[in-house]
């Protein structure tokens, strides 16, 4: 009787076809990023963004903050160091799918765009650094981690569709087809353009605010705070009003499950922002709730993307498999 070999860790870190060990990855480079925009917000917060005054040293003697430096130091350089986390979650999830490259081209695309986008978001960091907190520069530094947390979300998104046999049948091509369908499409598309705007135009309304990331003096837009939060509003209502069209549309045309739980999260997340962000703007912007603000908005741009991945898996034309030609009878 023989015995079967056991798999080897290079099958294991390695694999083939889409399993548990590449949902594994794809979660643990979502939750590092988005804890990354969490600790981000931390350092601006609480006037830490200079606590380590150069880059890519956090001094120009030591590659690490000092006891001499403080509070502001640490926070600083714990910031820098989560960049190693979320290196290695890239790093994870490519290995995850490159023997996939071809079979699911898309997987590799988005994982090779994550790890990429690491090493954009290192290098904006240090000119955001060596600009003194420049807010065009920060508001860059906060949309790439959108990006990255939203192309994570993807790779979350496919990789459970193709590896879970439950979630392929529920968010299975070909539910939604014909005018209902390119009206899905189109609303799905508008939603995750307008959450861009929101998220970017959120980034002009902080680099106005007093909330510069560091105590010293540092520059600030000088559009006016009023104008430029009621123009932050104008897209945050479009989408919101998109949103409510998609759930009532979700309803009407039958939508799956799936999708329609999705856009009522996104619906329950975009009220609760606008609710945090009408009291943080009439209470003059503290700490707290600026800070779960900033948290909403990471979840935004995942619940967007989400929405828009599902809407375009359960609306694209399903293939057909062809039946089995029958051959000669054979005796």
Known sequence: MTTQ??????????????DGWVRATAWFSLTANAFLVLTGGLVRLTGSGLGCPTWPRCTDDSWTSTAEMGMHGAIEFGNRLLTFLVALAALL????VVRQRRRHPDLFVLALGIGLGVVVQAVVGGV?????????????????????????????????????PAVARTERGGQVTGPAGRTLRSLAVVLGV?????????????????????????????????WITRFHTAPAYLLLAGTVAAVVLGVRDG?????????????????LQALVGYYQFFTGLPVAAVALHLVGAA?????????????????????????????????
């Open 5 to 18: 070999a056991p798999p080897r860790p290079t099958s294991r870190l390695l694999p083939t076809e889409p």
């Open 93 to 96: 999830a490519f290995l995850a």
């Open 128 to 164: 955001t650094v060596r600009t003194g907190l420049n807010p065009w520069v920060v508001g860059v530094h906060f949309v790439l981690s959108a990006l990255m947390i939203a192309a994570a979300t993807v790779l979350v998104c496919r990789a459970r569709r193709l590896s879970l």
């Open 194 to 226: 307008l959450t861009f705007v929101v998220i970017y135009v959120g980034t002009l309304v902080t680099g106005t605010g007093p909330h510069a990331g560091d105590s010293g003096e540092v520059a600030r837009h000088a559009f006016d705070p009023y």
């Open 255 to 271: 939508w799956p499950a799936p999708l329609r739980r999705l856009v009522l999260a996104l619906l329950v997340v975009l009220v």
């Open 299 to 331: 979840v935004l741009a995942a619940l967007a993307a989400a929405v828009v991945d599902t809407a375009l898996a359960v609306s694209r034309a399903e293939v057909a498999v062809p039946e089995p030609v029958a051959g000669p009878a054979v005796r």
